[in-house]
């Protein structure tokens, strides 16, 4: 992460990464929006339950400032 260029394949992966969210959630229309709100409380609790769960890789990184940060009443509150 620390070498900002991503190159040609970098940017096909995030262009097909992209495309693939699109079909996914135009798949997901017709369950309504229930299904697409309870997407996107994945997405916010997702991060939270896995800076608690898991152990950062270096002490001094951004997953270990957000990891202490991370409290079980923050999961809750999501």
Do not use: Y
């Amino acid at each position: 992460m620390r070498d900002p260029h991503i190159g040609s394949f970098g940017v096909a992966a995030i262009v097909l990464q992209l495309a693939a969210k699109l079909v996914l959630l135009h798949l997901l229309l017709p369950g309504g929006w229930p299904v697409l709100i309870a997407i996107c409380a994945a997405a916010r609790l997702g991060p939270l339950i896995w800076a608690r769960a898991l152990p950062p890789l270096r002490a001094e990184g951004l997953g270990a400032s957000i990891a202490g940060a991370s409290r079980f009443r923050n999961v809750l509150g999501w």
